[in-house]
Nanobody
Framework: QVQLEESGGGSVQAGGSLRLSCTAS????????MGWFRQVPGKEREGVAV???????RYADSMKGRFTISKGNGENTVYLQMDSLQPEDTAMYYC???????????????WGQGTQVTVSS
């Protein structure tokens, strides 16, 4: 069973930055997709960005410009650099992985426990 562990969440003031990390273990495929999603209590989960094994990235339209997804070198690790954070970015951020699906609309099979990001004004 694939395991995903997120880190890097925390509290930051508006305009600040955070970098989230997600490390996957027990991945036995050569190619797969990893992504970041976020959710606020009472609202639907929304996609942020996804990245394929070859480095191809896709972003949700509303996330372009301030969020950057990237992969670690030779590791099952993905990062989410978040800049110019605003209070509306406050959410639980989840890492996800799937062998076949690679869409910011979701549909991933494997999910992490999430890391909380809180942005104060």
């Amino acid at each position: 069973q694939v395991q995903l562990e997120e880190s890097g969440g925390g509290s930051v003031q508006a305009g600040g930055s955070l970098r989230l990390s997600c490390t996957a273990s027990r991945v036995f495929w050569f190619s797969y997709c990893m992504g970041w999603f976020r959710q606020v209590p009472g609202k639907e989960r929304e996609g942020v960005a996804v990245i394929e094994t070859d480095g191809t990235t896709r972003y949700a339209d509303s996330m372009k410009g301030r969020f950057t997804i990237s992969k670690g070198n030779g590791e099952n690790t993905v990062y989410l650099q978040m800049d110019s954070l605003q209070p509306e970015d406050t959410a639980m951020y989840y890492c996800a992985l799937d062998r076949w699906v690679c869409s910011v609309r979701g549909g991933f099979k494997h999910w992490g426990q999430g890391t909380q990001v809180t942005v104060s004004s």
